[in-house]
């Protein structure tokens, strides 16, 4: 079965480090891009970047560049999003999702449960 | 970035009434349009790729129309688990934005 499943809900203090991980089964990691997506409490959803899983390169929003990283581990099947420096204005549930090709269209087809994260003073 | 519209927000209807929902981007982004369904505490569900091509799975009740900048999700006959929140989401260029989301809900 196709799944990716994300790491626990977190609670963060402003200014702290995070990451969060995405763990897949099912298929050839490095055969799908992985995207991450932002969902703010009763929002709805916001596209921030995607990584190629086969050679880590990395596409990131406008909105997100600079203020998140997309990394991805081959070795164990992992994407990652991470923050340096977190806002509590960065509270939202994450979800990662399986990029699917279909011929020159492209969509989510698999996505996971979401981590989400709540940082607060 | 292309922004995407989504109308209405929200709505109200009964089981068995036919809905329909609206997308519009603001640049033309020929088919290249997705649909998805999420319910609450769920990650979304593809529905629609590339504007009508039905995601495997998905019932034959839900359609999808469109080219260009006007698009359209209907559900021709709204089953009790249909009850929903649906994003639009444009995959014509990067970043892959989406439409704010229309909550369908029970009259």
């Known amino acids: 079965e196709v799944q990716l499943v994300q790491s626990r809900a977190e609670v963060k203090k402003p200014g702290e480090s995070l990451r969060i991980s995405c763990k897949v089964s099912?298929?050839?990691?490095?055969?799908?891009?992985i995207t991450w997506a932002r969902q703010m409490p009763g929002k709805g959803l916001e596209w921030m970047g995607r990584i190629d899983p086969s050679d880590s390169y990395t596409n990131y929003s406008p909105s997100f560049q600079g203020h998140v990283t997309i990394s991805a581990d081959k070795s164990i099947s992992t994407a990652y999003l991470q923050w340096s420096s977190l806002k509590v204005s960065d509270t939202a549930m994450y979800y990662c999702a399986r990029r699917w090709p279909s011929g020159s269209y492209d969509s989510l087809d698999i996505w996971g449960q979401g981590t989400m994260v709540t940082v607060s003073p | 970035d292309i922004q995407m519209t989504q109308s209405p927000s929200s709505l109200s209807a009964s089981v068995g009434d036919r809905v329909t929902i609206t997308c519009r981007a603001s640049?033309?982004?020929?088919?290249?349009l997705n649909w998805y369904q999420q319910k609450p505490g769920k990650a979304p569900k593809l529905l629609i790729y590339a504007a009508f091509s039905l995601q495997s799975g998905v019932p034959s009740r839900f359609s999808g129309s469109g080219s260009g900048t006007d698009f359209t999700l209907t559900i021709s006959s709204l089953q009790p688990e249909d009850f929903a929140t649906y994003h639009c989401q444009q995959s014509y260029s990067s970043p892959r934005t989406f439409g704010q989301g229309t909550k369908v809900e029970i009259k």
């Open positions: 640049q033309s982004i020929r088919s290249y």
């Open positions: 099912g298929y050839s990691f490095t055969s799908y891009w």
